[in-house]
Structures are given as C-alpha cells and as structure tokens.
C-alpha cells in the first residue's frame, strides 16, 4: 500500500513568491495535518483538516492557508514567502482516532528553500 | 502548555549495544499519549513506538521500548542490539487535543550515531 505520499520534493523560490504543496494521504485516512520543520528543530503544527473541514491551526501567520479536497487529498499555499519559510514541510495523515493507537504517518516532506 | 524535552543533543553508540534515549514531558492533562519517532536523512518521520498515560505496561515494538515512569514524567526510548541502520535523528512527542484539533508537540531531537 501507498503511504503518504507529497510533491515536490525540493523546491527553491525567492523571496515575495507564492508556494503550493501537496499531499496524497494513506488510502482510508480521512485526516491530513500539515507541520513545519526549520532546520535544527522538531516539526511545528500548522494545520489539521478531517473531512475537508479545518479542525485546527497552529501559531502561524494568515500567509499561511490550506485545504483538503473530497478525495481527502490536501494543498498547502504560503503567500509572500519570507526567508524564515525555508524548511521541510511534512504532510501526515490518520484515521480520525489515530491518538489511541500512534497512528499518524508522515510523507518524506518537501524541502523549501527561499532565496 | 505542553512541552517535550530532549537534552541530550547526540549520542553515540557502538553496533550491537543498547542504547537509551531520554525524553522529559510536562502536561496537567491526565489523558495523553507519547510517541518516538525515528527521522533519516531522507527526512521521513518514521513512527517508532506509541505509550498512553493509562497504560499499565511499558510499551515495546521489536527492538525497541519504551520506559516510561509516569511519576517522573519521562518517556526514555530503548534501542536494543543497534544496528547502523538506527543512525537517525530521533524526536519524542507528545498529542495535544486543542479544540476540535489533535496534533504532536515534538521536541528539539536528537541525533544517534551507531559506530561499528
């Protein structure tokens, strides 16, 4: 079975663009989170979308917006990009009780780079 | 708030020893849950092992566990037999319910080198 599954892979963008990333998520997984990784550090919430509805969003500015589309798919857009976006962008996806059970699995990520 | 601490910022660890990695957490949450991730180069998180608050056992996948001392507030990962292929970055986390939305606080990370 496929699992988790974003593009690109890397990317590099300058400083003003617009970015958008996505994510396939593992086959009967309804749940897609998004999290930011800055080099050095452990991953940062941004987003969780269940059933094409946000559930939830981490500290980040409104340069930052996603959604999830009917096949559970979703997009990540981050607007007027800023050095400070370089990083990994992971996607994971879940069942909706995967707190109970570790059942959160991430992509490989896509690496940003913002010159 | 909660909050994942990982102080030790690299270890090294002779092929076919064991090894543990440390993880402090702070929650006023009763209910709530640990995990380990493994991260390669490749930069995929790779789940690990999983140990809710409630659960009477430490937890154990394969070569790894989990010994969790409640009381402590630790959740300190165990790699038996290490193998060159454990040479990763490894993050502890912890689930935090917000609302209607679920998500991980993870720590700083460590980073494991396993010499053969």
């Known amino acids: 079975d496929a699992g988790v599954t974003q593009s690109p892979t890397h990317l590099i963008k300058t400083r003003g663009q617009h970015v958008t990333l996505r994510c396939s998520p593992i086959?009967?997984?309804?749940?897609v989170s998004w999290y930011q990784q800055v080099l050095g550090q452990g991953p940062q919430f941004i987003f969780q979308?269940?059933?094409?509805?946000?559930?939830g969003r981490g500290n980040f500015p409104d340069r930052f917006s996603a959604r999830q589309f009917p096949n559970y798919s979703s997009e990540l857009n981050v607007n007027a990009l800023l050095l400070g976006d370089s990083a990994l962008y992971l996607c994971?996806?879940?069942?909706?009780?995967?707190?109970?059970?570790?059942?959160?699995?991430f992509g490989e990520g896509s690496r940003l780079t913002v010159l | 708030a909660q909050k994942i601490t990982q102080t030790q910022p690299g270890m090294f660890v002779q092929e076919k020893e064991a090894v543990t990695l440390d993880c402090t957490y702070d929650?006023?949450?009763?209910?709530?849950?640990l995990f380990w991730y493994k991260q390669p180069s490749s930069g995929e998180m790779i789940f690990l092992i999983y140990?809710?608050?409630?659960?009477?056992q430490n937890a154990t996948e394969g070569r790894y566990s989990l010994n969790f001392q409640k009381a402590r507030k630790s959740a300190n990962l165990v790699i038996s037999a290490s193998q060159l292929g454990d040479s990763a970055m490894y993050f502890c986390?912890?689930?935090?319910?917000?609302?209607?939305?679920?998500?991980?606080?993870f720590g700083k990370g460590m980073k494991l080198t396993v010499n053969p």
């Open positions: 994971a996806s879940s069942p909706w009780d995967w707190m109970n059970t570790g059942e959160l699995f």
């Open positions: 086959s009967g997984h309804k749940s």
């Open positions: 979308y269940y059933e094409k509805e946000e559930r």
């Open positions: 140990q809710g608050s409630y659960d009477q």
């Open positions: 929650t006023s949450d009763p209910s709530y849950g």
């Open positions: 986390a912890m689930r935090e319910l917000t609302g209607g939305s679920e998500k991980l606080v």
